[in-house]
């Protein structure tokens, strides 16, 4: 079955740095998400992708954010300056045809800010 | 804004027994998925629920969706060890392309021997 694949599965990165998340979407799908989920809690959004631009984001997603798809296969979230509370599993999603079926995730990169 | 309430957010119970996860929200959506979430890992999907009346079961897990009633529910039948973990449902919003989904707070469910 096809995967959405992420890497790293864990960085730790002293506050202030950039960090890079990484993320190969299911190949034909057109939809791409990155969601988080703070530690015990519940998950949220972040921001959705479509046809190579931000299509909606939340208010988590401010100008420390932003998201790449760099070439046909990687989709990427970058922090500029992380923060501690930027510590947190980090999920990407990806969906082709949302009439009909969902979302897939990947299995996450934990961030931890130092 | 959307809210997606769930209840009960701990949930104990004995292997065998019947229970029910609820699911409610805020706002008018027709389309609503219940995730599983084991300690540390991934959301893995269970159900897609895409219209009004929809049933949906796979073992012994089974959603239904009443968006009049802008409830969901996920009953467990004759529970076993294996289901226990955390159980998210999540309400999609948006038009198409520009979707999102809110989710529930979680239940987590421990099924004891």
């Known amino acids: 079955e096809p995967e959405v694949t992420q890497t790293p599965s864990h960085q730790v990165t002293q506050m202030g740095q950039e960090v890079i998340l990484r993320c190969v979407p299911i190949?034909?799908?057109?939809?791409f998400y990155w969601y988080r989920q703070i530690l015990g809690q519940k998950v949220e959004f972040l921001v959705s992708?479509?046809?190579?631009?931000?299509?909606?984001k939340s208010e988590i997603f401010d100008d420390q954010f932003s998201v790449e798809r760099p070439d046909g296969s990687n989709f990427t979230l970058k922090i500029r300056s992380t923060k501690l509370e930027d510590s947190a599993m980090y999920f990407c999603?990806?969906?082709?045809?949302?009439?009909?079926?969902?979302?897939?995730f990947g299995s996450g990169t934990r961030l931890t800010v130092v | 804004e959307l809210k997606v309430e769930q209840n009960p957010l701990f949930l104990s119970m004995q292997e065998g027994k019947n229970y029910t996860i609820y699911c409610n929200y805020s706002?008018?959506?027709?389309?609503l998925y219940w995730y599983r979430q084991d300690p540390g890992k991934s959301l893995e999907s269970l159900f897609v629920?895409?219209?009004?009346?929809a049933v949906k079961q796979e073992g012994r897990l089974m959603a239904s969706l009443d968006t009049k009633a802008r409830l969901s529910t996920l009953h467990i039948t004759a529970a076993v060890h294996d289901l226990s973990a955390t159980y998210f449902c999540a309400v999609d919003m948006g038009i198409q392309g520009a979707q999102k989904l809110v989710f529930g707070q979680g239940t987590r469910l421990t099924i004891n021997p």
């Open positions: 992708f479509y046809n190579n631009e931000i299509s909606e």
């Open positions: 706002t008018t959506s027709d389309r």
């Open positions: 999603a990806s969906s082709e045809d949302l009439m009909n079926y969902g979302y897939t």
């Open positions: 629920l895409l219209s009004n009346g």
């Open positions: 190949s034909n799908h057109l939809y």
